[in-house]
């Protein structure tokens, strides 16, 4: 039927095809959402289950249909489904190669953040921290705190200092003395 149409017409039809196309596959998607939400609030209502719970599945379901319909129009205009899976599984993998090479910059940075506001110590405090009850740790008196380490000045005659990744204060128990109570350092065995 399309080749009694004169040529002109037949390229616009082309053209318009996919167009058109498009536009019934956003409707459909639409559509879809529309019903899933229906269904989904009446089996809310039906046994009583608090709007909270409802919600996680009307959101999956909405997004599931979204992708579903983005993928059917990609493809309806030429884009192949191999090359989308290949270009999709490859920036996640490069994403997730670095989240965890950035993963201990970032805990510490967060963990940083955590100290200034939840202050488990403040500067010129002692510390120690515990690797256990029974076994003693670092210790020291809390000199600095920057984005990745907390530096501790040890006891002792050399006056060495410790920096310690902030992330550690998170993973061990601390014990604090505040500046002026901290008892006497000990003696250090030569």
């Not at 196309?21 to 269904?39: D, P, Q, S």
Request: net charge positive.
């Amino acid at each position: 039927m399309i080749e009694r149409l004169p040529q002109w017409l037949q390229n616009w039809l082309h053209e318009l095809l996919p167009l058109v196309l498009t536009i019934l596959v956003l409707l459909a998607a639409w559509l879809l959402k529309r019903i899933l939400r229906r269904v989904i609030d009446e089996a809310g209502r039906r046994y009583q289950m608090p709007a909270a719970m409802v919600m996680a599945p009307k959101r999956l379901g909405g997004f599931v249909i979204n992708v579903a319909a983005l993928l059917l129009i990609l493809q309806l205009l030429g884009v192949s489904g191999t090359v989308l899976w290949t270009a999709f599984t490859g920036f996640a993998a490069v994403g997730a190669v670095a989240f965890f090479a950035a993963w201990s910059v970032l805990s510490n940075l967060f963990c940083t953040l955590l100290i200034i506001t939840t202050r488990p110590f403040r500067l010129h405090d002692r510390v120690e921290l515990l690797e256990n009850g029974e076994k003693p740790g670092l210790k020291g008196e809390v000199i600095d705190i920057n984005m990745v380490y907390t530096t501790l000045r040890e006891d002792g005659e050399a006056g060495t200092t410790l920096r310690v990744p902030n992330n550690l204060f998170f993973q061990r128990t601390i014990r604090r003395w505040p500046p002026g109570t901290a008892p006497a350092p000990e003696p250090t065995i030569q």
